[in-house]
């Protein structure tokens, strides 16, 4: 008659790592279709592989804990079973393999083994190990009992016969993507390398998450793209942040110090903070000097034309009303041609920075207020450009009281609506601007959006 000793081994409650995130269990995690002792767990934050079990055998020890030798013709049979977890019924079961004992390491190796145990159908299951072990110098047959749970597909592997392989990149295969049924293929356009979980861009292409194989073509700053294997704000050049590296980091989240954007739209350190005032000084000058060359133009016009047509002087304030509402719609007019000529694309593009002078005065100052406010940037840069908008009513008012009060002049209300025409012709594209870069803030926004559309795609 043969005696069986029956053990149920118990696992001590372990951390493990599953799909990037650590979970506590009491069962034993093993992989499904894949050898044990050459299976890795891949980490995401530290970007490597790890061993995951180093030795899975049996040692036969006395009752004194110590190892006992020499057990030639030994064998263990490798048994695994699926139970039902409310009925206690087993549903099936299955020999896995016979296991000879190791002369040279003095134990039974279940290192070697592959078991075949799905990991997207455990619900209601439980999946269990059973060795049995038979000796000669023994009378007793040795049967171990193990409750055991399959490890999901990590970051390179992909879901197929019930189980997880890994993506072979080596013929162009990966997959950067959890649960996958079945791998992507090398894109040689976009691409520069792969392994069997990540991707290596060629430069000008962006990538939002480390969890997404879609590639995005930098079609507006080839420069900002730096490559490589990097996602998110890390594929970006220094001093780039946000989706397709399209904004400045203002808030120096990266850690490399405040950037704002220039008038060529690319991301210069706030350190060198005499660029600012430089800018700034320079703006303001020419603003003032631009502004006193059209008054000074816009009276010698009007003089000459009264002179000429022999208007009379009660007349001067509705031709100079006339005068530059034509003068306006003349220069609206020549922008509207001068912008679809390609030719003379650099020269409207100067023009119109020298004349955008509250938004050209708010963009210099993004260093400044970025460190001085907890507001969003776009928000406080809207109101700055109401503000000077203001403001330069108020100064062109006051101005005009103070001639009439010296001279003792009749104030006409067509000054008024002269300065908010001229405010309106001159500002509103500025407005116009800031309101749609409110809207449209790219700010992490294309990472959301393809985070969000692959996260449907996964559940569909």
Known sequence: ???????????????????????????????????????????????????????????????????????????????????????????SSSNTSLIYFNQTTNNFDL???????????????????????????????LLYKIKVQSLICQLGEFNVLNGCLTCQSTQGFYSVTYNATKCSIFDKIKFEAITSNNIKLKPGYWRSHQESDLANDCFKNIESYKGGWAVGDEICKIGHVGGLCEECDKHN??????????????????????INILSLGLSISF?????????????????????????????????????IKVIAQLYLDIFCNLYFQHSIFFFIYFVKQMNDTPYFLTRNLDCEISQSFEIELIYIRVLGMFTLISLQIFVIQLTVNIFIMLTKGKFSSNISSITII????????????????LIT????????????????IKQT
Not at 62 to 84: A, G, K, P, V, Y
Not at 297 to 310: A, E, G, R, V
Not at 422 to 437: N, R
Not at 441 to 456: C, L, R, S, Y
């Open 1 to 91: 008659m043969v005696c069986i000793q029956f053990n149920i081994i118990k696992i001590t409650p372990i951390r493990i790592l599953k799909q990037g995130k650590v979970i506590l269990t009491n069962k034993l995690m093993i992989p499904s279709n894949q050898e044990i002792s050459k299976y890795e767990l891949y980490n995401p934050k530290l970007k490597k592989f790890s061993a995951y079990i180093n030795e899975f055998s049996i040692q036969l020890k006395n009752r004194f804990n110590e190892q006992l030798l020499n057990f030639t013709n030994s064998t263990c049979q490798i048994m695994e079973s699926i139970i039902d977890i409310k009925k206690q019924d087993r549903l």
């Open 111 to 141: 290192g070697m083994l592959i078991f075949n145990l799905d990991p997207y159908n455990q619900t209601d299951k439980q999946y269990k190990i059973e060795i049995q072990c038979k000796t000669q110098s023994l009378i007793k047959e």
């Open 253 to 274: 989240t990266r850690g490399d110090g405040y950037y704002f954007i220039n008038d060529q739209f690319s991301c210069l350190n706030c350190s060198n903070f005499s």
């Open 287 to 323: 603003y003032n000097i631009k502004q006193c060359i059209e008054n000074q133009l816009t009276l010698c016009f009007i003089k000459t034309h009264l002179k000429f047509c022999s208007y009379p002087v009660q007349d001067e304030y509705k031709l100079r009303d006339y005068l």
């Open 422 to 437: 001229y405010l309106y012709i001159s500002l509103g594209m500025d407005l116009q601007v800031c309101f749609t870069s």
């Open 441 to 456: 803030d790219k700010v992490n926004f294309p990472h959301i959006i393809t985070f969000i559309f692959e996260q449907i």
